[in-house]
């Protein structure tokens, strides 16, 4: 079992002092709570971009989908999402569509067809119990609309409906893309035929909408993202009655605040991103936009699934951030993992507090001035009551902290246990406070064990409070 951090217990009287962290106070404690919050787990699975960029080809697909349902399937990642490279912008149907690269995938090929169809990728996944999922890219590409593809339904052209002088935005690093002008009256129909490709005929039950905030920011600048939106709401996955998940990438874009509005407004249930793409290190950005999004009281509002991006790699400090804030896991490094990967993405009780998070909320050097060398800390609740706490090092030298229950949400005066999770070491009847050491962030996980703790709390058995009256004892499966 792998030491994440070293937890103390100190008995005594809740502090009105709050936290103390390497001998600094830190007052600021945020206390926004999300005003909705989702009930749906959010998805687990396995994306390919940062381990195969766009060169995975269908051997290499099937040896990572073996390993994916060997090792993870069994604790709840189903979702192989193929990322970019799958199709090319000059391989497209009559419509303007893309269509699977025959080259790479042999088995998209269908006698007697005259295009390729992922149907039978998606039909090999779900034989392994998977759900196949696709990434693809706001617009239209530009060797359809140059060969005047058909608006399926519709009496116009792609060249019709697309922006030709630029000033809708096109993506800020694809220069292959074009927008579409979303006013225009076969727009609609132009978005409702991808989804109605890619979840009713073929079988794809997640998609990666990428580049899906046009740059110039505002309302305006989701036009295109709200239509897709509304297509993916209308389909079902084939020979399912589920509409399939959409996923909101930004494309090196933030969600502002105007953007944000309108997502939870306008997309109940979407997964997006809270930052652009996430490769490794502390993950500052999220933690900033996720506090900015918990003042707005829109994290988790109307079912929407904040995202901290892929997992480029795993160790204590993403592992404790994301399952405490309820984002997807989705691993990005090359299966099959290694056994330490796997004690953290397969740990029982980390996924119970990534399946159920709920009232996310920084409680320690938060927010936007987020202080880069002392402790930051997060908490939520699991459906019974328990409060799981991420506690994460931002500093370069070993971190001592001192916490009180009450500042994480639990009533004072009771005791309470507290497991280390990823130890796996439990302090019975805890009073007041608890302490914790942490070791500093170690670059490139080559300590994964280094820079958080995550904690899961809940009151002594038999004790009067409106939480959960005990931790059940789970270890790294």
């Known amino acids: ?44 699975g396995w994306n390919g971009f940062d ?50 690269n025959a080259t790479l995938y042999p088995s998209t090929r269908i006698p007697g067809q005259p295009f390729t169809s992922l149907a039978p990728l998606v039909d090999a996944m779900r034989a392994r119990g998977l759900e196949l999922g696709i990434w693809y890219i706001r617009g239209a590409y530009a060797p359809a609309v140059a060969a005047k593809a058909m608006v399926k339904g519709t009496a116009y052209t792609l060249d019709e409906i697309v922006n030709q002088n630029g000033e809708l935005g096109e993506c800020l690093w694809d220069t292959v893309q074009v927008a579409v002008n ?57 020979g399912t009655t589920r509409a399939p998940q959409l996923s909101v990438s930004p494309g090196g874009v933030r969600i502002d605040p105007v953007r944000a509005q309108v997502l939870v407004r306008e997309m109940p249930g979407a997964m997006y991103r809270i930052v652009p793409d996430y490769h490794g290190g502390l993950p500052v950005g999220q933690m900033r936009e ?38 997807p896991l989705m691993y990005g490094y090359s299966l099959p993992a290694d056994e330490v990967a796997l004690s953290y993405l397969t740990n029982a009780d980390a996924l119970t507090i990534n399946a159920e998070a709920t009232a996310v909320r ?55 246990d507290v497991l280390d999770v990823f130890a796996g070491t439990r302090h019975s009847a805890v009073e007041g406070v608890f302490a914790t050491t942490i070791p500093a962030y170690v670059k490139h996980n080559k300590d994964p064990s280094t820079g958080a703790v995550l904690l899961l709390i809940s009151p002594v058995t038999g004790q009067q409070a409106n939480h959960a009256s005990a931790i059940p004892s789970h270890e790294a499966e």
């Open 1 to 44: 079992m792998l030491l994440s951090a070293t937890l103390a217990v100190v008995a005594c009287v809740a502090s009105t002092q709050g936290h103390t962290a390497m001998g600094r106070q830190h007052p600021q404690i945020l206390h926004a709570w999300s005003s909705t919050s989702s009930t749906v787990p959010p998805p687990r």
């Open 51 to 100: 381990s195969h960029e766009n060169h995975i080809n269908e051997t290499r697909l099937n040896a990572t989908a073996d390993a994916l349902a060997a090792q993870l399937l069994p604790h709840g990642y189903t979702h192989f999402v193929m990322d970019a490279g799958w199709f090319s912008g000059s391989i497209h149907d009559q419509y303007g569509r893309p269509r699977p």
């Open 182 to 238: 979303a006013s225009h009256v076969a727009a609609p129909a132009y978005y409702d035929s991808l989804a109605q490709l890619f979840a009713e005929d073929w079988g794809v039950s997640f998609v990666k909408f990428d580049c899906a905030y046009l740059p110039h920011g505002g309302e305006s600048s989701m036009e295109e993202l709200l239509l897709f939106s509304s297509a993916m709401a209308k389909v079902r996955v084939r």
């Open 290 to 327: 996720a506090a900015l999004l918990v003042e707005m009281s829109l994290y988790q509002a109307n079912g929407t699934i904040p995202d901290w991006d892929m997992l480029p790699g795993v160790c204590a400090t993403t592992m404790a951030l994301w399952c405490v804030c309820g984002s």
């Open 362 to 416: 920084p409680f320690l050097n938060g927010g936007a001035n987020l202080s880069l060398g002392n402790v930051t800390g997060w908490r939520s609740q699991t459906a019974d009551g328990r409060v799981a706490v991420a506690l994460v090092n931002l500093g370069d030298g070993v971190a001592n902290t001192t916490t009180a229950f009450t500042d994480v949400g639990l009533p004072g005066g009771g005791k309470y």
